[in-house]
């Protein structure tokens, strides 16, 4: 079983759905069609009970607003004229990559980048009293790995210049944190906030924070919200929306090692999650992952998020495919498709009890994937973090044990 943890909410008190659990590689065909219907429930005393019910019920208000978004202004995107034929041609495409053995078929080896450009960052949010900020640019060579895309894909110019944010010590290069963020959720700010950064910082890591394709500075200029091309442009722009950020990430840790860093460990949240989990299946360098409240299924979390659910389901009626299809055509990005390359004990999860925008069981379904590797219960939701100074010093504890 798992390792124990400083939580109010053991393990053992999480009640899984009554599914088995999928094995032998095609967890696409083997998860329940109902998988996201099927309840949570944890075994808690009363007042844990109400943190978790509480938070919860928050999370449907909240979620429902921004699944309300994505519905007016994403799904459409799978909508274009022709992109629903394209995409069906294309499922067999992305499906096939998913079922050889290897993810270096897909994630290949970024080319060489020669030239990083540094500059003050246009708003200091954090100013390190032993060291710098700076914002890290290079100009992305990543090349779609559909060619029908490549041309597209493209054409969106301010998507081609990866970004992040890097805070360092003036005696380093340190033990690094690279973290990424979820979707929407691009502002360093937020981040550097609601995931205590500055305390890691402090704690003698350097840190640097990712930014996601599509999302900040590297969206269209049309863009209504930060993130809205990640999902509007069809499967296929998904697929290669995922190759990109592993790509762009992977060129970051050649950075930082190649500037002398020998420890690198990765932790994102939500999409930055399910980010981060499949950089754990091809970088067998990093030191260790991190995932807090993950996503590991993304149709699955679109039909659970009213009213998006219900455009999907009209999509696909329309094109005669079901969930397993989009499951098996998304697979190639999908932590659960692949063994993580990091020891069961530098793998930590953190899941939130009361999360309903990814829910207890996405997190349980890599927790198994994963061997039942350490993992750390909040009473929470997707936003509110209670209990955080616990996972906080869970997690540094957990970067003590592993020699980080």
Not at 359 to 373: A, D, G, I, K, V
Request: glycine fraction near 8%; include cysteine.
């Amino acid at each position: 079983m798992s390792s124990a943890v400083t939580s109010r909410i053991a393990n053992e008190c999480y009640e899984p759905p009554p599914v088995e659990f999928p094995t032998g590689g095609r967890w696409w065909e083997q998860l329940p069609e109902n998988y996201y219907r099927l309840p949570d429930e944890f075994r808690v005393d009363g007042r844990t009970r109400a943190m978790i019910e509480g938070t919860a019920l928050a999370d449907l208000g909240v979620r429902t607003g921004l699944a309300s978004l994505v519905a007016t202004s994403a799904v459409p995107g799978f909508l274009v004229p022709g992109r629903m034929r394209e995409d069906l041609e294309d499922r067999d495409f992305y499906a096939g990559f998913a079922e050889r053995s290897s993810p270096h078929d897909f994630f290949t080896e970024p080319a060489r980048v020669t030239e990083f450009r540094e500059k003050p960052p246009e708003w200091y949010h954090f100013v390190p009293e032993d060291g710098e900020s700076v914002s890290l640019t290079f100009e992305s060579p990543f090349e779609p790995v559909n060619p029908r895309l490549r041309e597209r894909y493209l054409s969106h110019r301010r998507n081609r210049v990866a970004r992040a944010q890097y805070w360092r010590h003036n005696d380093g290069p340190r033990p690094t944190l690279v973290v990424v963020h979820g979707f929407v959720a691009d502002p360093y700010w937020v981040n550097t906030r609601f995931l205590a950064l500055p305390w890691f910082y402090k704690q003698g890591y350097d840190v640097l924070l990712y930014t996601m394709p599509f999302h900040g500075r590297r969206q269209d200029p049309w863009s209504l919200f930060s993130g809205q091309g990640f999902f509007s442009g069809g499967i296929g722009h998904i697929n290669e929306c995922f190759a990109q950020a592993i790509h762009d990430l992977r060129v970051f840790l050649r950075y930082l090692r190649e500037r002398g860093a020998a420890r690198i460990g990765a932790t994102g949240i939500s999409l930055g999650g399910y980010t981060v989990s499949l950089l754990s299946c091809i970088e067998e360098d990093l030191s260790f992952v991190a995932p807090n409240v993950p996503v590991v299924s993304l149709f699955d979390l679109v039909m659970s998020w009213f009213p998006v659910n219900l455009q999907m389901r009209g999509l696909m009626r329309a094109g005669g495919i079901s969930l397993t299809d989009l499951r098996h055509a998304t697979a190639v990005h999908s932590p659960l498709t692949w063994s993580s390359r990091l020891p069961r004990q530098r793998r930590m999860i953190i899941g939130g009890a009361g999360d309903r925008f990814a829910p207890p069981s996405q997190t349980w379904l890599l927790w198994r994937h994963w061997q039942e590797c350490r993992l750390h219960w909040f009473p929470g939701n997707h936003l509110v973090h209670l209990d955080q100074g616990r996972y906080l010093r869970e997690m540094r504890a957990f970067m003590d044990e592993i020699g980080f």
